[in-house]
């Protein structure tokens, strides 16, 4: 496999932007191509079943352009089709899920004893960080909150306002969170609005930021195999199922440059 191919990146919609800039930051060579499911976002409140059947059919697509890694971007989807994906492409090219990674950061450190989740009804009663952490460090206490309103309120721009504060401050004060001392964003989107969540807690609870844990990770990964490559050689491209003008935008937000999306059926 040629170290000067892309890196194939999807999720739902807008949140595994956050994932594909710090990719992107961290790893400015690369070439990324990024598929955001639009027509069936979000992710969060559909059937493991449909998910699984989003996913491949996106993986695939993202192996026709000739990937050399496929990171799954999306909480959802990694809970429920990073198995699927392993076992139907993993002998084509690695896959890379945004929980391992983090459930390893945060058993890594040693200063984590409360830790609070924060994602998706799906991602939520998957319990998959709380069984991840159990298995690698029991002595950690999980306590995880389903918070499905947040992901369409991120997608529709209700960031740093009224709206967002109101929504975001009725989830954080429920009991299951009285505590912690770290907090994990366990929904790609929710990095938009780490700001408001730390500020909820006055920043004294840990914000796990994800998307740089899986950015780090996806750079060991690609060094490696000598996968990584050494000179910048083609743009980034972005699809989308669904044309939405807030996708644009926050592509430019993201890349800082006029971004060209192309409506891809799959």
Do not use: W
């Not at 999980?142 to 009725?170: C, H, Q, W, Y």
């Amino acid at each position: 496999m040629s170290s000067v191919l892309p890196i194939g990146i999807f999720d739902s919609g807008i949140g595994g932007l956050t994932v594909a800039a710090a990719i992107n930051n961290i790893l400015p060579n690369e070439q990324l191509i990024y598929f955001g499911d639009t027509a069936h976002l979000p992710y969060g409140d559909k059937s493991p079943e449909a998910i699984r059947e989003y996913s491949i059919k996106i993986a695939r697509f993202l192996l026709s352009q000739n990937c050399k890694m496929i990171v799954i971007a999306c909480n959802t989807a990694s809970s429920h089709a990073f198995q699927l994906l392993q076992d139907k492409i993993g002998n084509q090219v690695p896959i890379i899920n945004v929980i391992d990674p983090v459930v390893h950061a945060l058993t890594k450190t040693k200063t984590h004893h409360k830790i609070g989740v924060i994602g998706t009804r799906s991602t939520i009663q998957s319990n998959l960080y709380a069984r991840q952490l159990a298995i690698r460090e029991p002595s950690i206490k999980v306590v995880s909150l389903a918070t499905p309103l947040l992901a369409p309120m991120i997608e529709e721009g209700f960031i740093d306002n009224k709206i967002s504060r109101t929504i975001i401050d009725s989830y954080l004060s429920s009991p299951e969170l009285k505590n912690i001392d770290s907090l994990v964003l366990a929904c790609t989107h929710y990095p938009l609005i780490k700001t408001e969540i730390s500020d909820y807690f006055d920043g004294k609870v840990e914000i796990i930021n994800t998307a740089e844990i899986v950015a780090d990770h996806v750079k060991e990964e690609l060094s490696a195999m000598n996968l990584l490559n050494p000179t910048k050689t083609q743009d980034h491209r972005f699809y989308v199922s669904d044309f939405t003008e807030t996708f644009e935008e926050s592509t430019r937000y993201f890349f800082g440059k006029e971004i060209h999306l192309t409506q891809q059926d799959v």
